[in-house]
């Protein structure tokens, strides 16, 4: 009788979780990790971690099922065998991720379903803890639930989907230490999406295939998305790529987003992970979205079973394709070339704004349609560089330092560098942002030179081989053209201002004896002066030219404090 009392309170009590995860409502911060807090307490098969802090100040946690019951043996183990890492509430009024994996706990685990044959799964509960703390109802103007949700911003009110690189978070520092101890073979970013109305509950975002290695792109591309559209489409959950439109609306087309490592999933993708962000569909009710987002998961876990071995052989190539790499593409466009693909849209028109009486964009989801629309999915890399051996970085600038130890970079301190021949970066020109772009004005079409210089180095300054794990990732920051450098992000600005001047009045005598000693800046003066009009009516213009070409131009001006070299 106690035996069967007992079994009948397990149905019930998972019955309970259950429904209470998959209705409209979202649990709070302090409510969800109270959950996970009980659930690790109450099953040996579910750890939980605190991770370190977040700038709210409250602490991120890591849950890990099928671990080894042991902090450090657990990671070990994550590191070692084949591991997903599921990433919730980066934007907190985007909880799907949230329910559902409370949701997969409850059905696989409660429910008494065995874990040692899964992968080691982690989880973090939620990671923009600020957003979640900053609960509200109507933040999200255009979402179908839950009754109650986080805010996007961080306590900071940064988007903590940008900032994967510039690390301007306590947060990214703690996913920093998380991702490095698990190094997933999977990542999965949960979100909901904005944009177009359309049939699907939920689109996905994968890694452009280009940029990826090519036996874990195969992997990728050719055996788990098409598994994972085939199981949702028997789990009445059809999926295609995001939604991300050339024009106005679908049926101009769809583009495939280009993940930058600024993303968290072009972060996990540039570390060679297989790597995803969900997004569910903002108005789709919020249950059925977390249906849609469990189902991923769930298919994510199970295709990541039955190929394990194919997975780890993969990494493997891709990270000997990676030690192998002489040259680093960059600056990805997408191409012209175009394909096709069956979609599930919504017929619309332009009827006349009853709000402002111009046209507006209207969906009538009782006009369902399915037809095939342009795919834009073909990358090409615009540019390469040569990677070096090495890099040496100035012990003075702490705050790249910082980011790259927080990376797991190996780096070793200079205590008496011989002087010898070494590249020195310097900036030519830039373009920058007129508006801040997530707290920073971005840098692009940065023209760089390197320059061939005789020269030692001072105690404490760094030195970064080349030839080691994550190779990408230091290229990919250190090489001040690339598209999410440290330099892109304002990190040398310091060293593209200048610290001296002159005063025109006196620099006018100075500049005439200058051109008098030097018959070939002369020349080159005079010949500025008839071949640009506007130069030839500026007269500071022209004073600049001579002083920029002579002794008093200060000799560190746009240089930046780092060098590459090569192992002779």
């Known amino acids: 009788m106690k035996i069967i009392l007992t079994l009948q309170l397990c149905v019930f009590l998972?019955?309970?979780?259950?429904?209470?995860?998959?209705?409209n409502t979202s649990p709070s911060y302090p409510d969800l990790i109270?959950?996970?807090?009980?659930?690790?307490?109450?099953?040996?098969?579910?750890?939980?971690?605190?991770?370190?802090?977040?700038?709210?100040?409250?602490?991120?946690?890591?849950?890990?099922?099928?671990?080894?019951?042991?902090?450090?043996?657990?990671?070990?183990?994550?590191?070692?065998?084949?591991?997903?890492?599921?990433?919730?509430?980066?934007?907190?009024?985007?909880?799907?991720?949230?329910?559902?994996?409370?949701?997969?706990?409850n059905d696989w685990i409660l429910a008494g379903k065995k874990t040692k044959n899964l992968p080691v799964i982690g989880i973090i509960p939620a990671y923009n803890v600020g957003g979640m703390m900053n609960r509200s109802s109507s933040s999200r103007a255009n979402q179908d639930g839950p009754e109650e949700y986080g805010f996007r911003g961080n306590t900071q009110n940064l988007d903590l989907n940008r900032d994967f690189i510039k690390m301007d978070s306590r947060n990214m520092f703690t996913f920093a230490k998380i991702y490095h101890g698990l190094d997933p073979d999977v990542f999965i970013d949960t979100h909901v999406s904005n944009g177009a109305d359309y049939q699907y509950t939920l689109t996905y975002i994968a890694s452009i295939r280009e940029r990826m290695g090519p036996e874990l792109g195969t992997l990728m591309h050719e055996d788990m998305i098409p598994y994972l559209k085939k199981r949702g489409e028997k789990g009445n959950f059809d999926m295609v790529p995001y939604v991300n439109l050339k024009g106005a609306t679908p049926e101009t087309g769809l583009t495939v987003f280009n993940d930058l490592p600024r993303y968290a999933m072009g972060y996990a993708s540039l570390l060679n992970a297989i790597s995803f962000t969900i997004e569910t569909h903002m108005l789709k009710p919020f249950s059925q979205r977390v249906q849609s987002t469990l189902l991923f998961i769930e298919e994510s876990i199970n295709w990541m079973k039955i190929n394990s071995g194919k997975i780890e052989i993969a990494r493997e190539k891709t990270s000997e394709w990676e030690r192998k790499m002489e040259y680093y593409p960059f600056q990805y466009k997408l191409q012209a070339k175009r394909d096709s693909i069956l979609f599930k849209g919504y017929e619309f028109s332009n009827p006349i704004s009853e709000v402002t009486g111009l046209t507006r964009l209207k969906y009538h989801q009782d006009k369902p349609y399915?037809?095939?629309?342009?795919?834009?999915?073909?990358?090409?890399?615009?540019?390469?560089?040569?990677?070096?051996?090495?890099?040496?970085?100035?012990?003075?600038?702490?705050?790249?330092?910082?980011?790259?130890?927080?990376?797991?970079?190996?780096?070793?301190?200079l205590d008496n560098f011989d002087a010898r021949i070494i590249g020195r970066y310097r900036i030519n020109s830039f373009k920058s942002n007129k508006k801040p772009y997530e707290g920073h004005f971005l840098h692009s079409d940065i023209d760089v030179e390197i320059s061939l210089i005789h020269r030692g180095f001072k105690k404490g300054d760094v030195l970064i081989s080349s030839h080691q794990k994550n190779k990408r990732f230091i290229v990919s920051v250190l090489e001040p053209g690339t598209p999410d450098s440290y330099f892109t992000?304002?990190?040398?600005?310091?060293?593209?201002?200048?610290?001296?001047?002159?005063?025109?009045?006196?620099?006018?005598?100075?500049?005439?004896?200058?051109?008098?000693?030097?018959?070939?800046?002369?020349?080159?003066?005079?010949?500025?002066?008839?071949?640009?009009?506007?130069?030839?009516?500026?007269?500071?213009a022209q004073l600049y030219f001579i002083y920029k070409r002579s002794k008093y131009y200060e000799p560190s001006h746009n240089y930046l404090p780092i060098h590459s070299g090569m192992y002779e």
């Not at 996970?36 to 605190?50: F, P, Q, S, V």
């Not at 990671?75 to 329910?99: Q, Y």
């Not at 910082?402 to 797991?408: A, F, H, Q, V, Y």
Request: proline residues 3%.
């Open 489 to 540: 992000w304002n990190m040398f600005d310091s060293y593209v201002q200048q610290k001296e001047h002159f005063s025109s009045y006196v620099f006018e005598d100075k500049a005439k004896e200058i051109l008098e000693s030097n018959e070939l800046l002369r020349a080159d003066f005079e010949e500025k002066k008839k071949s640009d009009s506007e130069f030839a009516e500026s007269a500071y």
């Open 370 to 413: 399915e037809k095939f629309i342009p795919l834009y999915k073909t990358y090409a890399a615009m540019d390469s560089l040569f990677i070096p051996d090495y890099y040496i970085v100035g012990g003075e600038c702490s705050t790249v330092l910082k980011r790259l130890k927080s990376n797991n970079v190996e780096m070793s301190l």
């Open 14 to 23: 998972l019955f309970t979780l259950h429904s209470q995860y998959d209705g």
């Open 34 to 105: 109270k959950i996970y807090i009980d659930l690790a307490e109450k099953n040996t098969e579910i750890e939980l971690y605190n991770m370190g802090q977040s700038d709210f100040g409250l602490p991120i946690y890591l849950c890990i099922i099928n671990g080894a019951q042991d902090s450090i043996k657990s990671f070990d183990k994550a590191r070692e065998s084949t591991t997903l890492l599921i990433n919730n509430a980066i934007h907190p009024g985007e909880p799907d991720g949230v329910n559902a994996c409370l949701i997969w706990i």
